[in-house]
Protein backbone atom coordinates (compact mmCIF):
# COMPACT_ATOMS: atom_id res chain seq x y z
CA UNK A 1 0.00 0.00 0.00
CA UNK A 2 1.16 3.48 -0.94
CA UNK A 3 -0.02 6.02 2.17
CA UNK A 4 1.39 9.37 2.08
CA UNK A 5 4.38 9.56 4.99
CA UNK A 6 2.14 11.25 7.25
CA UNK A 7 -0.73 9.11 6.76
CA UNK A 8 1.06 5.77 7.04
CA UNK A 9 3.17 7.03 10.17
CA UNK A 10 0.00 7.52 12.06
CA UNK A 11 -2.04 4.86 11.24
CA UNK A 12 1.19 2.77 12.69
CA UNK A 13 1.19 4.79 15.45
CA UNK A 14 -2.73 3.62 16.21
CA UNK A 15 -1.54 0.21 15.79
CA UNK A 16 1.34 0.59 18.34
CA UNK A 17 -1.09 2.46 21.00
CA UNK A 18 -3.61 0.18 20.88
CA UNK A 19 -0.89 -2.80 20.98
CA UNK A 20 0.86 -0.74 23.55
CA UNK A 21 -2.01 -2.24 26.39
CA UNK A 22 -1.08 -5.82 27.20
CA UNK A 23 -4.74 -6.41 27.55
CA UNK A 24 -7.09 -4.09 26.52
CA UNK A 25 -9.43 -5.16 29.45
CA UNK A 26 -7.28 -5.22 31.96
CA UNK A 27 -6.11 -1.60 33.01
CA UNK A 28 -4.37 -3.02 35.86
CA UNK A 29 -1.27 -3.64 33.86
CA UNK A 30 -1.28 -0.27 32.12
CA UNK A 31 2.20 0.72 30.10
CA UNK A 32 4.19 3.58 31.97
CA UNK A 33 4.52 7.24 31.69
CA UNK A 34 8.15 6.55 30.09
CA UNK A 35 7.22 3.33 28.04
CA UNK A 36 4.34 5.28 26.33
CA UNK A 37 6.86 8.87 25.96
CA UNK A 38 9.12 6.40 24.35
CA UNK A 39 6.47 5.39 21.85
CA UNK A 40 5.33 9.08 20.87
CA UNK A 41 9.35 10.17 20.84
CA UNK A 42 10.13 7.35 18.22
CA UNK A 43 6.95 9.23 15.86
CA UNK A 44 8.85 12.36 16.83
CA UNK A 45 5.94 13.74 19.10
CA UNK A 46 6.98 15.99 21.83
CA UNK A 47 5.44 13.67 24.75
CA UNK A 48 4.90 16.21 27.56
CA UNK A 49 2.43 12.85 29.00
CA UNK A 50 1.79 12.85 32.43
CA UNK A 51 0.51 9.91 35.10
CA UNK A 52 -3.19 11.03 34.08
CA UNK A 53 -2.69 10.93 30.38
CA UNK A 54 -2.23 6.83 31.04
CA UNK A 55 -5.60 6.64 30.96
CA UNK A 56 -6.77 8.57 28.65
CA UNK A 57 -4.51 6.87 26.04
CA UNK A 58 -5.73 3.41 27.16
CA UNK A 59 -9.46 4.82 26.37
CA UNK A 60 -8.25 6.08 23.27
CA UNK A 61 -6.05 2.18 22.48
CA UNK A 62 -9.63 0.70 23.52
CA UNK A 63 -11.36 2.68 20.95
CA UNK A 64 -8.56 1.72 18.12
CA UNK A 65 -9.20 -1.53 19.03
CA UNK A 66 -13.15 -1.64 18.45
CA UNK A 67 -12.46 0.06 14.98
CA UNK A 68 -9.84 -2.68 14.35
CA UNK A 69 -12.55 -5.46 15.32
CA UNK A 70 -15.48 -4.03 13.14
CA UNK A 71 -15.91 -6.07 10.11
CA UNK A 72 -18.35 -3.80 8.02
CA UNK A 73 -17.62 -0.86 7.04
CA UNK A 74 -20.30 0.88 8.29
CA UNK A 75 -19.43 0.31 12.11
CA UNK A 76 -15.99 1.20 11.68
CA UNK A 77 -17.39 4.28 10.15
CA UNK A 78 -19.24 5.31 13.02
CA UNK A 79 -16.60 4.40 15.23
CA UNK A 80 -14.27 6.84 13.78
CA UNK A 81 -16.76 9.14 13.17
CA UNK A 82 -17.64 9.72 16.59
CA UNK A 83 -14.00 9.52 17.94
CA UNK A 84 -13.31 12.44 15.10
CA UNK A 85 -15.80 14.03 16.49
CA UNK A 86 -14.91 13.97 19.94
CA UNK A 87 -11.14 14.94 19.14
CA UNK A 88 -12.61 18.21 16.90
CA UNK A 89 -10.38 16.99 14.13
CA UNK A 90 -9.58 20.11 12.02
CA UNK A 91 -7.30 19.81 9.21
CA UNK A 92 -4.34 22.25 9.41
CA UNK A 93 -1.08 22.76 7.53
CA UNK A 94 2.38 22.89 9.62
CA UNK A 95 5.62 23.64 8.57
CA UNK A 96 7.39 22.75 11.86
CA UNK A 97 10.91 22.07 11.94
CA UNK A 98 11.74 22.79 8.81
CA UNK A 99 9.78 20.40 7.11
CA UNK A 100 8.01 20.57 4.23
CA UNK A 101 4.38 21.80 4.35
CA UNK A 102 1.88 19.12 5.96
CA UNK A 103 -1.07 18.12 7.43
CA UNK A 104 -1.78 17.51 11.02
CA UNK A 105 -5.10 16.99 12.23
CA UNK A 106 -5.86 17.43 15.51
CA UNK A 107 -6.22 20.96 16.76
CA UNK A 108 -3.71 22.76 17.18
CA UNK A 109 -3.42 23.67 20.79
CA UNK A 110 -4.75 20.48 21.78
CA UNK A 111 -2.59 18.49 24.11
CA UNK A 112 -0.99 15.26 23.24
CA UNK A 113 -3.50 13.21 23.69
CA UNK A 114 -5.97 14.91 21.56
CA UNK A 115 -3.49 15.15 18.96
CA UNK A 116 -2.74 11.39 19.06
CA UNK A 117 -6.20 10.35 19.15
CA UNK A 118 -7.10 12.69 16.32
CA UNK A 119 -4.28 12.20 14.04
CA UNK A 120 -4.68 8.51 14.22
CA UNK A 121 -8.38 8.55 13.80
CA UNK A 122 -7.75 10.51 10.52
CA UNK A 123 -5.54 7.96 9.40
CA UNK A 124 -7.26 5.22 9.72
CA UNK A 125 -10.64 6.78 8.27
CA UNK A 126 -8.08 6.96 5.24
CA UNK A 127 -7.53 3.53 5.42
CA UNK A 128 -11.11 2.63 5.53
CA UNK A 129 -11.66 4.96 2.65
CA UNK A 130 -9.40 4.64 0.51
CA UNK A 131 -8.06 0.56 0.59
CA UNK A 132 -11.44 -1.04 2.71
CA UNK A 133 -12.25 -2.25 5.76
CA UNK A 134 -10.08 -5.71 5.09
CA UNK A 135 -7.12 -3.66 5.61
CA UNK A 136 -7.71 -3.42 9.32
CA UNK A 137 -6.82 -6.46 11.34
CA UNK A 138 -7.08 -8.23 14.61
CA UNK A 139 -4.36 -11.22 14.78
CA UNK A 140 -5.77 -14.58 14.27
CA UNK A 141 -3.55 -16.30 16.71
CA UNK A 142 -5.67 -17.50 19.78
CA UNK A 143 -3.13 -16.70 22.10
CA UNK A 144 -2.95 -12.84 20.67
CA UNK A 145 -5.24 -10.07 20.60
CA UNK A 146 -3.02 -7.50 18.83
CA UNK A 147 -3.72 -5.49 15.49
CA UNK A 148 -2.95 -4.66 12.47
CA UNK A 149 -2.84 -2.82 9.08
CA UNK A 150 -2.47 -5.08 6.37
CA UNK A 151 -0.74 -3.87 3.76
CA UNK A 152 0.21 -6.84 1.78
CA UNK A 153 -0.96 -6.84 -1.56
CA UNK A 154 -3.57 -9.46 -1.40
CA UNK A 155 -5.08 -8.47 1.53
CA UNK A 156 -5.52 -11.48 3.02
CA UNK A 157 -3.25 -11.37 6.31
CA UNK A 158 -4.00 -12.77 9.55
CA UNK A 159 -1.58 -12.61 11.85
CA UNK A 160 -0.24 -9.46 13.55
CA UNK A 161 3.62 -11.05 12.76
CA UNK A 162 5.35 -14.08 11.26
CA UNK A 163 5.74 -15.19 14.92
CA UNK A 164 2.20 -15.23 15.56
CA UNK A 165 1.57 -17.04 12.02
CA UNK A 166 4.50 -19.75 12.64
CA UNK A 167 3.42 -20.26 16.08
CA UNK A 168 -0.22 -21.00 14.40
CA UNK A 169 0.68 -23.04 11.94
CA UNK A 170 2.94 -25.45 14.32
CA UNK A 171 0.50 -25.83 16.43
CA UNK A 172 -2.48 -26.49 13.64
CA UNK A 173 0.05 -29.09 12.36
CA UNK A 174 0.80 -30.80 15.79
CA UNK A 175 -3.33 -31.34 16.28
CA UNK A 176 -3.44 -32.90 12.54
CA UNK A 177 -0.76 -35.19 13.39
CA UNK A 178 -2.34 -35.94 17.03
CA UNK A 179 -5.85 -36.60 14.89
CA UNK A 180 -4.03 -38.97 12.40
CA UNK A 181 -2.81 -40.95 15.03
CA UNK A 182 -5.59 -40.80 17.37
Aim: proline letters at 5%.
Amino acid sequence: MDFRHYTDRTAQLAVDLANAFPDPFDRTVPPTVEELRGLLDGYELRSDLVPGDVERLGDLALALRGIFAARDPSTAAQLLNALLERTRAVPWISEHGGADPHLHFGPQQADIVDRVAASTAMSLAVVLCDYGIERLGQCAAADCVDVFIDTSRSAKRRYCSTGCSNRSNVREHRARARDAVG
